[in-house]
């Protein structure tokens, strides 16, 4: 591992572990039952405030690039995931999207011409596994409708990963202008929807206003921008493997802050899901894997979310 690598695998693990956050802010801060305004409110104003740092905007085709990476990543993600998170029993909306390693290794292939190997299968296999070893709860019947959009909602991210690997980024233009684009694009999207079926915004407390700054500022700008500077430089199953970070991070929140248990199961569960973290980033890689281009997204959780895509201890 070339120096410095280790350094920027760090950096970019800390995306999934402030994703991994979003439960314990949305239900402790965050009004109850909006998870689509908690979407947009995430989005759109971290997109527009790292605009006005980046002050670049899109030219030529990266209007269009822009739009479909920010679609797939937050625009049609964020609501897919509600979707299967409000059908699914508690933890199975994350068994589902913990699929996601495996798209990015079926896709790469597909677009990015990386082959896949064995060992990438077995790994994304033991990190689902792993997963739903932590979050998965008692049984429940499984709503067709929720699994469906829980795998398109993992089909719709890891496209955008592989897709932002493939058209890495204009000529000066860095990972800071990227992410703004695409968290305005996927806000934009949101804000209609959120409009219709929720109506409008909600009162907010002193609370509240915390919870979403936090969101939008430390668990939003920050952690896409070095998600998506993480992915410019590293391969893109190296990044999607970083994702289990998530629910892990939501589980030792969940017993160090909210009072939950961990039981021995979901303590091994832990300890693979980490363990097919750490072998990810071991995974074999290509000229194409590591050369310089931007990346994308994660987890963009709103309320529901990440009560039931990242965490244990999911309420109903």
């Known amino acids: 591992m070339p120096a410095g ?3 920027l695998i760090l950096l970019t693990a800390l995306a999934p572990v402030s994703w991994g956050t979003t439960y314990a802010v949305t239900t402790e801060f965050l009004p109850p039952d909006r998870p689509l ?3 947009l409110m995430r989005a759109l104003p971290a997109g527009l405030l790292l605009l006005a740092l980046a002050r670049v905007l899109p030219r030529g085709a990266w209007w269009w690039k822009a739009a479909v990476l920010g679609a797939l990543n937050i625009g049609a993600f964020f609501p897919l995931l509600f979707l299967s998170a409000y059908r699914l029993p508690g933890g199975m909306a994350a ?3 913990s699929v996601g390693p495996l798209f990015v290794v079926g896709l790469s292939a597909l677009l990015l011409g990386q082959r896949p190997t064995t060992r990438a299968v077995l ?3 033991v990190a ?3 997963v739903s070893l932590v979050v998965l709860k008692a049984a429940g019947g499984l709503d067709a409708l ?3 959009a829980a795998l398109a909602s993992a089909a719709s991210m890891s496209t955008g990963t592989v897709l932002t ?3 890495g980024r204009p000529e000066g233009v860095g990972p ?3 992410t703004g684009w695409q968290l305005t694009a996927g806000g934009l999207l949101i804000a209609p929807v959120a409009l219709l079926v929720e109506g409008a915004p909600p009162a907010l407390d002193g609370a509240a206003v915390g919870g979403y700054l936090y969101l939008a500022l430390a668990n939003t700008a920050v952690a896409y921008w070095l998600w998506f500077r993480g992915i410019g430089r590293l391969s893109a199953t190296q990044v999607t493997f970083l994702g289990p970070l998530s629910p892990l991070t939501a589980a030792v929140v969940g017993w160090a802050a909210l009072g939950e248990t961990l039981t021995p199961v979901q303590l091994a569960g832990m300890a693979l899901a980490f363990g097919a973290t750490v072998a990810g980033q071991r995974a074999p890689r290509t000229a194409a894997d590591t050369a310089p281009v931007p990346f994308s997204s994660p987890s963009m959780n709103g309320r529901k979310d990440s009560m039931d895509l990242t965490g244990p201890g999911l309420r109903r």
């Open 5 to 7: 690598r280790p350094t």
């Open 95 to 97: 068994v589902v999207g």
């Open 165 to 167: 690997k493939r058209w």
């Open 176 to 178: 800071l202008a990227l």
């Open 37 to 39: 305004f908690t979407g």
């Open 146 to 148: 929720g699994a469906l």
């Open 123 to 125: 790994t994304g296999v």
């Open 128 to 130: 689902a596994f792993g």
